[in-house]
């Protein structure tokens, strides 16, 4: 029902930036909140940043002050700002959406949750 597609992922030095982009395609408007994981080879998949769609944004204590979430209210696009790399920001960065259960004028929207194929983030120092 839903399509993600990550992009902006890349090869940056410590301390630059990257902004990654999620395009959210299908029955966006079933999205209830979109967020943004990271996964480092050997390690599980951790939780970087979620939005609400009212707006209300969370970022992990790992990132904070460093990375921001935001979406394009009109567009189905969520946004990751990251600031001050760090080489142990080095991770697949995926998309993930979240669509809960109701009936639309032209939509049924059921309780899933939606995943990119992920955009890689290698930090170099």
């Known amino acids: 029902q839903v399509q993600l597609v990550e992009s902006g992922g890349g090869l940056v030095q410590a301390g630059g930036s990257l902004r990654l982009s999620c395009a959210a395609a299908?029955?966006?408007?079933?999205?209830?909140?979109m967020g943004w994981y990271r996964q480092a080879p050997g390690k599980e998949r951790e939780l970087v940043a979620t939005?609400?769609?009212?707006?209300?944004?969370n970022v992990a204590d790992s990132v904070k002050g460093r990375f921001t979430a935001s979406r394009a209210n009109a567009e189905s696009t969520l946004y990751l700002q990251m600031n001050s790399l760090k080489p142990e920001d080095t991770a697949v960065y995926y998309c993930?959406?979240?669509?809960?259960?109701?009936?639309?004028?032209?939509?049924?929207?059921?309780?899933?949750?939606?995943w990119g194929k992920g955009t890689l983030v290698t930090v170099s120092s």
């Open positions: 993930n959406a979240q669509t809960f259960v109701a009936t639309m004028p032209t939509t049924l929207c059921f309780g899933m949750d939606y």
């Open positions: 299908g029955d966006t408007i079933c999205i209830s909140a």
């Open positions: 939005i609400t769609r009212g707006s209300i944004t």
